[in-house]
């Protein structure tokens, strides 16, 4: 070895030009650099290159009985500087000037590493960049110029997207690729959205390069979206649009300061960044809904003589899901023999006028919004005083039709029967209510049937008899007839009993009958029917955004998932728990509610909680994670329920259970590279510690000047 370095030309041992030429663009001067940044660990392969700011800094790699490396630095067409090192040579360094040629502060310092460069695999030179007044840092940035939330009314629309690609960097990326994804969040199931054309034109649209941006400057890229829900029905829909491009190198956080960054060589890694877009169609029948409109009414009385009014009093409310509109009102009595007064609300040709029969016009509310109510509407049946008929019956109806939002028609009535009776009559009124109106399957009402005596005399022999569809209830509790052999005028007997629902859909509960003699004579009455509707949620999970199947050790992974309620009740107390393994480290959870903990592993379990999803709504939830080692991971679903509307049961969420996300983490084959490097370089020192050891330390060696910079 001491022969062979003997003959090694003095030429090619040391050569360090450092050259001022003039700078053509603007740089920043070191005295007003707030912060500065060391390049670590840098291998440029023969005849590459590489920017550090303005400047281009070119390897080459001769290889012979000297291996030789040279690196140029350029800026623009002048070179600035040339730094060379034989394979004998441990480094070589010198400092580049903001003006090149023309000096100017210092800018940045290279130390080229002649006996850690190589000539294998066609030859890298090894250096530092240290001292720079510039950033090695990559980033690309998603700017949204249209608004991220877009909604019509109309069911269809062609929607044009615009983003900008900004570079937020100090450095410019070998290459950049744009690529978009689509799809349903809620709605219509029928609902589509297709990308139809970009601007500029690409052959595909869905993923395709750009030109990457230089710092600080952008470009605008426009994705024209046809969305459409494909029918009278509400849709909601996403793009989402995201830039991925490459990073050479990795920040060193716990060596970094707030004014000194250490930046290690690190290629082959990409990175991305996202930005979505909501797009709404059909956004008028997003709250349709089913109203349904009820008639609560309360009357003076039922019987009466002669020259009596009977007076009516009632309200309109809205205990559906959706909005009533064109509610029309009418009223009537049959036969048209009593007079029919409307003493409020005021209504133009129409109040305190009498009139016989049914309305010709009816009174009209154009909205009637859901949980809403209408004033009081109140009106009198007035009979003459020349009735020669006694016990006549005269059926006072009230008739309320309405629509929903898209023109579906919708209908209610209660009907009254007025009795002109004899003296000393009994006078029977039957009502049957059930609550609640609204059960979820396996839910219970309780229907209560009350007969009253309205008249002057007991009713005899009085049996009250109700019944119930059995396809949608099964009795639980009490009985449904009752029987008294006596009820005395202003007394009452009740029918009371338990249902419990069995599947979704609207009952119709049919009308009880009450028996009973009158003087002897069989008489029969019926009862008011009721609706009841009978819901059942049905909650479903959609994976939005999961991790790739191949991740690089610190890489940031997303898991992006929607609960949504396609039934047709309320879904209560949704829990969902996910189990991460250990060696992925949880950065955040969003959802209406998130608990996370330590498994005892060492990895977390997640939990998301929503109260409640009302029918046709969704609740989205995220995760957001970044790899910490290598290997093969699973993230599981280990539990996913909902309780009905009523709390009675608990259910699985349909589709949780195939939930499985899994990936594989590996380590760049540059990490690979370094570590063998590092186990060489470790085994040859050993090697050299014992030859010095033996012979001495040369004097060459004793007062070799340390590294800046981290340990390699």
């Given at each position: 070895m001491g022969n062979l370095r003997a003959k090694v030309p003095a030429a090619l041992i040391v050569l360090a030009l450092l050259v001022s030429i003039p700078a053509s663009t603007v740089v920043i001067p070191a005295s007003a650099a707030t912060k500065?940044?060391?390049?670590?660990?840098?291998?440029?392969?023969?005849?590459?290159?590489?920017?550090?700011?303005?400047?281009?800094?070119?390897?080459?790699?001769?290889?012979?009985?000297?291996?030789?490396?040279?690196?140029?630095?350029?800026?623009?067409?002048?070179?600035?500087?040339?730094?060379?090192?034989?394979?004998?040579?441990?480094?070589?360094?010198?400092?580049?000037?903001?003006?090149?040629?023309?000096?100017?502060?210092?800018?940045?310092?290279?130390?080229?590493?002649?006996?850690?460069?190589?000539?294998?695999?066609?030859?890298?030179?090894?250096?530092?960049?240290?001292?720079?007044?510039?950033?090695?840092?990559?980033?690309?940035?998603?700017?949204?110029?249209?608004?991220?939330?877009l909604v019509f009314n109309q069911t269809s629309a062609v929607v044009d997207l615009t983003v900008t690609v900004m570079n937020e960097g100090s450095g410019t990326p070998k290459w950049a690729r744009l690529t978009t994804a689509y799809g349903r969040v809620e709605g219509t199931e029928n609902a589509t959205i297709e990308l139809v054309a970009t601007l500029p034109p690409v052959d595909n649209p869905t993923n395709f390069s750009i030109p990457p941006p230089k710092p600080r400057e952008g470009a605008n890229y426009t994705f024209e979206f046809s969305a459409s829900a494909n029918g009278k029905a509400y849709a909601k829909l996403v793009a989402t649009i995201g830039v991925s491009y490459p990073v050479d190198f990795k920040k060193d956080e716990q060596h970094s300061t707030s004014?000194?960054?250490?930046?290690?060589?690190?290629?082959?890694?990409?990175?991305?960044?996202?930005?979505?877009?909501?797009?709404?169609?059909?956004?008028?029948?997003?709250?349709?809904?089913?109203?349904?409109?009820?008639i609560n009414l309360n009357h003076s009385s039922l019987t009466a003589q002669p020259g009596d009014?009977?007076?009516?009093?009632?309200?309109?409310?809205?205990?559906?899901?959706?909005?009533?509109?064109?509610?029309?009102?009418?009223?009537?009595?049959?036969?048209?023999?009593?007079?029919?007064?409307?003493?409020?609300?005021?209504?133009?040709?129409?109040?305190?006028?009498?009139?016989?029969?049914?309305?010709?016009?009816?009174?009209?509310?154009?909205?009637?919004?859901?949980?809403?109510?209408?004033?009081?509407?109140?009106?009198?049946?007035?009979?003459?005083?020349?009735?020669?008929?006694?016990?006549?019956?005269?059926?006072?109806?009230?008739?309320?039709?309405?629509?929903?939002?898209?023109?579906?028609?919708?209908?209610?009535?209660?009907?009254?029967?007025?009795?002109?009776?004899?003296?000393?009559?009994?006078?029977?009124?039957?009502?049957?209510?059930?609550?609640?109106?609204?059960?979820?399957?396996?839910?219970?009402?309780?229907?209560?049937?009350?007969?009253?005596?309205?008249?002057?005399?007991?009713?005899?022999?009085?049996?009250?008899?109700?019944?119930?569809?059995?396809?949608?209830?099964e009795l639980v509790q009490g009985?449904?007839?009752?029987?008294?052999?006596?009820?005395?005028?202003?007394?009452?007997?009740?029918?009371?009993?338990?249902?419990?629902?069995?599947?979704?859909?609207?009952?119709?509960?049919?009308?009880?009958?009450?028996?009973?003699?009158?003087?002897?004579?069989?008489?029969?009455?019926?009862?008011?029917?009721?609706?009841?509707?009978?819901?059942?949620?049905?909650?479903?999970?959609e994976l939005i955004t999961s991790p790739p199947s191949r991740l690089i050790v610190g890489d940031l992974a997303e898991m992006v998932f929607s609960v949504s309620n396609d039934g047709s009740g309320q879904a209560r107390d949704i829990e969902l728990t996910l189990e991460i393994p250990p060696g992925i480290d949880l950065l955040e959870s969003e959802g209406p509610v998130t608990a996370q903990e330590r498994t005892e592993e060492g990895g977390w379990r997640v939990t998301f909680r929503a109260d409640s999803i009302d029918p046709g709504a969704s609740v989205e939830f995220s995760m957001r994670m970044r790899v910490q080692r290598m290997g093969a991971y699973n993230i599981s679903m280990i539990n996913a329920t909902f309780k009905g509307e009523a709390g009675e049961q608990e259910y699985k969420i349909g589709g949780a259970d195939a939930l499985e996300v899994s990936f594989l983490v590996e380590v760049p084959r540059s990490q690979k590279i370094i570590v063998t490097a590092a186990l060489i370089g470790m085994v040859g020192a050993v090697a050299a510690a014992s030859f010095f050891a033996a012979r001495g330390m040369p004097s060459r060696y004793a007062s070799r000047r340390p590294r800046l910079g981290l340990p390699r």
């Open positions: 500065t940044y060391d390049w670590l660990d840098i291998e440029l392969a023969n005849n590459s290159e590489m920017m550090v700011g303005p400047f281009r800094i070119v390897a080459h790699v001769s290889a012979g009985v000297v291996n030789i490396y040279m690196l140029e630095v350029w800026k623009e067409q002048e070179l600035c500087g040339v730094f060379q090192a034989s394979n004998q040579q441990e480094e070589v360094q010198g400092v580049i000037k903001a003006y090149c040629r023309e000096g100017g502060p210092a800018v940045f310092e290279v130390h080229l590493y002649g006996t850690e460069s190589t000539t294998a695999d066609g030859g890298k030179a090894k250096f530092d960049i240290k001292n720079s007044v510039y950033s090695p840092e990559t980033k690309l940035r998603l700017h949204p110029v249209t608004p991220t939330q004014t000194h960054e250490v930046w290690v060589y690190d290629p082959g890694r990409v990175q991305s960044h996202t930005v979505r877009f909501y797009i709404v169609v059909g956004d008028i029948y997003r709250d349709v809904g089913v109203p349904e409109v009820r009014q009977v007076s009516f009093e009632f309200t309109l409310k809205n205990a559906g899901t959706g909005d009533a509109f064109n509610v029309s009102i009418w009223l009537s009595v049959q036969p048209p023999l009593p007079q029919i007064l409307v003493v409020s609300p005021e209504v133009p040709g129409l109040t305190g006028k009498p009139f016989t029969g049914t309305m010709t016009t009816p009174m009209l509310v154009p909205r009637l919004p859901k949980n809403a109510v209408t004033q009081r509407i109140k009106f009198k049946v007035i009979f003459p005083e020349d009735i020669t008929i006694m016990g006549s019956y005269f059926n006072t109806t009230i008739l309320v039709e309405w629509q929903d939002k898209v023109g579906k028609n919708f209908q209610a009535k209660v009907s009254k029967v007025i009795v002109v009776s004899e003296p000393e009559l009994p006078s029977i009124s039957i009502n049957k209510q059930a609550s609640p109106s609204e059960v979820s399957v396996n839910g219970t009402i309780n229907v209560i049937v009350k007969v009253v005596n309205e008249g002057g005399a007991p009713a005899t022999d009085v049996t009250v008899t109700d019944s119930f569809p059995e396809e949608y209830f009985k449904t007839s009752a029987s008294v052999k006596s009820l005395a005028p202003g007394k009452s007997m009740t029918l009371s009993y338990k249902l419990k629902a069995k599947k979704e859909g609207s009952a119709t509960l049919p009308a009880a009958e009450v028996q009973y003699k009158e003087r002897d004579v069989p008489q029969l009455k019926y009862s008011n029917t009721l609706i009841i509707r009978i819901v059942k949620p049905a909650v479903g999970l």
